[in-house]
């Protein structure tokens, strides 16, 4: 596509529209630790990345036994507000939680 503008002479000037390309993804991890419940994971899941609760238990389990899993993917300003919430959130329920985002191969 491309839009018509005029000059200063009167002349048409045709500019090209750029495609645009599809922002980068990243992935929202959550860390397992020895501290944190597996209650305050779920709602975690639950409340900030707004996963039913059968999706977040399930997330949870994963968590729980590999380590790592992984709670959304979004464009990269939507990952690091979803990081901040959780530790933000972690920090203030006493707990260790650690979450962090990295691009989405």
Known sequence: MSSRRRDEDGDVKVRKKTDLKKPRMYKVLV?????????????????????????????????????????????RDVADTRVDQVMDLARQAGFPLQCSSEPDE
């Open 31 to 75: 860390h397992n630790d020895d501290y944190t419940t597996q209650e305050f994971v779920v709602f975690i899941l639950e409340q900030i990345f707004r996963l039913t609760t059968p999706a977040a238990t399930r997330i949870m389990r994963h968590i729980h036994n590999t380590g790592i899993g992984v709670a959304g993917v979004y464009t």
